[in-house]
């Protein structure tokens, strides 16, 4: 356990934000337990980084601890929900009641989801302000881009060019141009999400799977 030991502390301190004394810290003791909990419960058959799903425990086992010590967190502030270098929606992660071993794939899910947008020059933070505010406007464009990411060819496009085949698209369904155009961002960040199995995130997106195609096909 000692040489584990600056890995448990470093970890304490980040979430924290503050010294940890090892003789007198609380909150260290969570953390080694904590520690200890994800290695009895980690599971290698799913191919996880350990320390990855350790940091994550740590992370849920100190907030459990937080806020069963309300009148301390004046004291103690937690600055990992301040940090802006954290994702937003890792932030959800710790505040579900989720298992922990889902939490680490849903963590997984989104590290290669935000790749795949950031190719895109994508960000969660545009993506979340330019998601569609009307929910019939919303349910267009997922049902628009589960059409992109069913057709081989047209999703095949979309990652090679980074751009919608809206030439393409415009010949399977009969739909304004504008719509297309007006919400660009919103219908390629859900086809990626469909194109790439990314099923745990559907969810935290609100993207589901869209029920009836009343999407009008062309008969071009």
Not at 123 to 142: F, R, T
Request: charged share 30%.
């Amino acid at each position: 356990m000692n040489s584990n030991t600056p890995y448990i502390i470093r970890t304490v301190s980040n979430l924290t934000g503050k010294y940890v004394d090892v003789e007198n810290s609380d909150e260290f003791s969570v953390g080694l337990a904590a520690f200890n909990e994800a290695i009895d419960s980690f599971d290698e058959g799913k191919n996880m980084f350990f320390f990855k799903f350790s940091t994550l425990v740590i992370k849920r086992r100190l907030t459990d601890y937080a806020r069963h010590n309300k009148k301390h967190c004046h004291v103690y502030p937690f600055t990992y929900f301040e940090d802006k270098n954290n994702s937003y929606f890792e932030q959800i992660h710790l505040k579900s009641e989720i298992d922990l071993q889902n939490t680490y794939e849903i963590s997984r899910e989104i590290e290669l989801y935000e790749q795949k947008l950031r190719d895109f020059g994508i960000s969660l933070e545009h993506l979340a302000k330019c998601a569609p505010k009307h929910k019939d406007s919303k349910s267009l464009c997922i049902k628009i881009a589960k059409v992109i990411a069913d057709n081989k060819e047209l999703f095949s496009k979309l990652e090679r060019t980074r751009n919608i085949p809206k030439t393409e698209l415009l010949k399977l369904l009969k739909i304004n141009k504008k719509t297309i155009e007006r919400n660009r961002t919103f219908i390629i960040a859900a086809a990626l999400i469909f194109g790439n199995d990314f099923n745990l995130l559907k969810d935290f997106l609100d993207i589901s799977e869209p029920g009836g195609d009343n999407i009008e096909r062309s008969t071009k």
